[in-house]
T-cell receptor, first 114, second 113 residues
């Protein structure tokens, strides 16, 4: 079975551009998470979905960040008017049912904002 | 504030040595703890998940322990190999409304042939 996949793997954006990052969780996984990982740091939580419901978005750093999972499978993280401080690796993870089940991570999208 | 700390930040050992990586957490009301490895430029690979009711979990040459009362977890790697070189991250899960993992900054392990 396929693991979590993310696209694109690398994204270069000019400051002020909008970007959209995609996550395909493991098939059948109910819970989906987005994390942001700065260089040399551990991942930090952004937002969490259970099926299509966004249950926690407390980690989103500003209102320029928006995430959706309209059909309860694929998720998109959108960043509007990108800033240099948004440069990071964006990781997606999924777990089978409960968020407290083992989380499985995708390869990440490395975003560089020039 | 719930925090996870990993010391040391980097570790270099010769091949074949047994080693221990340390993880500490500030809040003992932990639900479970997960250990990951991350290779350069890659995502996280789950190694072991320890529930709060467990004291240890084993997978191959890896053994993870959990001591809630002291706020500590250790990852023991037996007979280390160059292929074990990676960054090892521990992450804590707390109950309640929080579904997210809280990560340490990781320990970068280098195993020299």
């Amino acid at each position: 079975g396929a693991g979590v996949s993310q696209s694109p793997r690398y994204k270069v954006a000019k400051r002020g551009q909008d970007v959209a990052l995609r996550c395909d969780p493991i098939s059948g996984h109910v819970s989906l998470f987005w994390y942001q990982q700065a260089l040399g740091q551990g991942p930090e939580f952004l937002t969490y979905f259970q099926n299509e419901a966004q249950l926690d978005k407390s980690g989103l750093p500003s209102d320029r960040f928006f995430a959706e999972r309209p059909e309860g499978s694929v998720s998109t993280l959108k960043i509007q008017r990108t800033q240099q401080e948004d440069s990071a690796v964006y990781l997606c993870a999924s777990s089978l049912f409960s968020p407290y089940n083992e989380q499985f991570f995708g390869p990440g999208t490395r975003l560089t904002v020039l | 504030k719930q925090e996870v700390t990993q010391i040391p930040a980097a570790l270099s050992v010769p091949e074949g040595e047994n080693l221990v990586l340390n993880c500490s957490f500030t809040d003992s009301a932990i639900y479970n703890l997960q250990w990951f490895r991350q290779d350069p430029g890659k995502g996280l690979t789950s190694l072991l998940l320890i529930q709060s009711s467990q004291r240890e979990q084993t997978s191959g040459r890896l053994n993870a322990s959990l001591d809630k009362s002291s706020g500590r977890s250790t990852l023991y790697i037996a007979a280390s190999q160059p292929g074990d070189s990676a960054t090892y991250l521990c992450a804590a899960h707390y109950g309640g409304s929080q579904g997210n993992l809280i990560f340490g900054k990781g320990t970068k392990l280098s195993v020299k042939p």
